[in-house]
């Protein structure tokens, strides 16, 4: 790797002014277990390391509120690791999070990495992380993908030049759920809905995500304002070629108010992982299930919707069922059913 500036801040506030207003020559350093890859491979080649291990304080907890009549509001900071949030019992109303923690990747990565850059990770498309290959994202004229080897790359391909998947398996719950991320910079703070810190990149001066080169990830909370009488149904179901240290093939996570008589679904949200270059909600999905009574049926129904828009390339045509048995099954599990599948 080339050499670099190594600088500790103690504190989010000593941290910002080490930053620059474009991408390139810093980067946050938080677990290390995407970027030192990048260092290695000479795919990122800052010159100042910023790293966030030092930062203590709410920055590196769970913190839990209770809401009547609701699930707790949940704040978790970007620096928690993700064994953390796997194990965290503040959570157990989010088994939708909990699940998707606890399966990424393995033990090591996950006593590792952190919340921050799990959301903040660059893809891992072979030709971007190959140093020799000049894709569109390092300034090159084309997204080799389309024409390559592209069997684990995107399958809503519409519209998008570079068909990454987008690699973080926690933002497709943490979306689901309606969280919200808090986002700080020189110029104050900054809180946005979680779906809307994603983009589809295409050139080097942008990334998977939409926060600017000068900001940080201060946290991610989930506070959910269901219907009265109604309790939260939510899950995540992933298909993975191994069931450890690998990335999902394909994953749906979705959340539901759900009354508990009649079992039908409200304020559904549906979220695709892992097959977009950004986790992507389904309203089409989301929609079949609204106001239905949760059913092998409705969720067969919803599943069908979620896929109308896949266009897969040449060799990924296999997660189209994948994706759609993955969303029946998010659903069926989030209302309680007893998985028949396994
Ligand atoms: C074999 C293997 C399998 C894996 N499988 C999965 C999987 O199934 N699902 C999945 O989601 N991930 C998977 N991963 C990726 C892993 O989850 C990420 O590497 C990890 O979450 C990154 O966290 P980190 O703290 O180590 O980030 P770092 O490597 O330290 O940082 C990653 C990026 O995020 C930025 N960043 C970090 N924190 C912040 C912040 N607070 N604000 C702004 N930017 C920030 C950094 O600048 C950097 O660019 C896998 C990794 C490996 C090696």
């Not at 808090?182 to 110029?187: G, N, T």
């Not at 991610?220 to 219907?227: D, G, I, S």
Request: glycine residues 8%.
């Amino acid at each position: 790797m080339n050499n670099f500036t190594y600088y500790q801040p103690q504190s989010v506030a000593q941290a910002l002014p080490l930053l620059e207003n474009r991408w390139g020559r810093v980067e946050l350093l938080a677990g290390g277990t995407d970027l030192l890859d990048r260092l290695k491979e000479y795919v990122s080649t800052p010159e100042r390391i910023v790293s966030l291990t030092a930062i203590e304080g709410p920055f590196r907890e769970i913190s839990a509120i209770p809401q009547a009549g609701q699930p707790p509001k949940v704040t978790i900071g970007a620096g928690v690791r993700l064994v953390d949030i796997a194990e965290s019992k503040l959570l157990a109303p989010y088994p939708a999070l909990t699940t998707a923690a606890a399966q990424i990747a393995g033990p090591q990565i996950r006593n590792m990495g952190t919340l921050g850059g799990s959301l903040c990770q660059r893809n891992r498309c072979w030709y971007f992380r190959d140093t020799h290959i000049q894709c569109l994202l390092k300034g090159g004229r084309k997204c080799y993908a389309h024409e390559g080897e592209n069997q684990f790359h995107a399958i809503f391909t519409q519209g998008h030049p570079c068909v990454i998947v987008h690699p973080s398996t926690l933002a497709p719950p943490l979306i689901a759920l309606g969280a919200t991320a808090q986002i700080v910079s020189p110029r104050g703070n900054r809180e946005l809905p979680l779906e809307k810190m994603f983009q589809a990149p295409s050139k080097p001066d942008q990334r998977e995500h939409t926060l600017a080169p000068d900001e940080i990830l201060l946290s991610v909370t989930v506070a959910p304002n269901l219907p009265p009488g109604t309790r939260l149904a939510n899950a995540s179901y992933e298909v993975k070629q191994k069931v450890t240290s690998d990335w999902p093939l394909v994953q749906a996570a979705v959340a539901f108010a759900i009354e508990p008589g009649s079992q039908r679904a409200r304020n559904v949200r549906i979220v695709l992982g892992h097959v977009a270059p950004t986790p992507l909600l389904s309203p089409e999905a989301a929609q079949e299930l609204e106001g239905k009574v949760v059913t092998e049926a409705t969720a067969a129904t919803a599943a069908a919707a979620a896929i109308q828009g896949a266009r897969p390339l040449s060799q990924n045509g296999y997660k189209v069922p994948m994706l759609k048995a993955a969303v029946k099954r998010a659903i069926l599990l989030a209302a309680g059913f007893k998985p028949d599948w396994e």
